[in-house]
Nanobody, 125 residues
Framework: QVQLVESGGGLVQAGGSLRLSCAASGLTDSTYVMGWFRQAPGKDREFVSAAIWSGTKTYSADSVKGRFTISRDTAKNTIYLQMNSLKPEDTAIYYC??????????????????WGQGTQVTVSS
């Protein structure tokens, strides 16, 4: 059973930085991708960034390109999301998720079969 635990959220002023972590357990050799999604109040959950677990390719939403960087440490079974130049519109609950095997599009919420509990990120203006 895969378990994902996020940490690193908090309150930060606009222009500041935060680093989110997602520690995973139960991953297998078939783990395909790990990603970050976010959900703002009253809005749908949306794709933020993802990394191929056994490769080097990463993907990011246009809204965060140049500001957010995803990275992974396979030895620690952990992925990170470095968030710089934060804006108030980045305020959301951030979720870590994984496709335990290739299940669909990288940006598709329904393709991810395991999710963390989420961590709150609040950016004040």
């Amino acid at each position: 059973q895969v378990q994902l635990v996020e940490s690193g959220g908090g309150l930060v002023q606009a222009g500041g930085s935060l680093r989110l972590s997602c520690a995973a357990s139960g991953l297998t050799d078939s783990t395909y991708v790990m990603g970050w999604f976010r959900q703002a109040p009253g809005k749908d959950r949306e794709f933020v960034s993802a990394a191929i677990w056994s490769g080097t390719k990463t993907y990011s939403a246009d809204s965060v390109k140049g500001r957010f960087t995803i990275s992974r440490d396979t030895a620690k079974n952990t992925i990170y999301l470095q968030m710089n130049s934060l804006k108030p519109e980045d305020t959301a609950i951030y979720y870590c998720a994984t496709q335990s095997r290739p299940r669909g599009l990288i940006i598709s919420i329904t393709a991810y079969d395991y999710w963390g509990q989420g961590t709150q990120v609040t950016v004040s203006s």
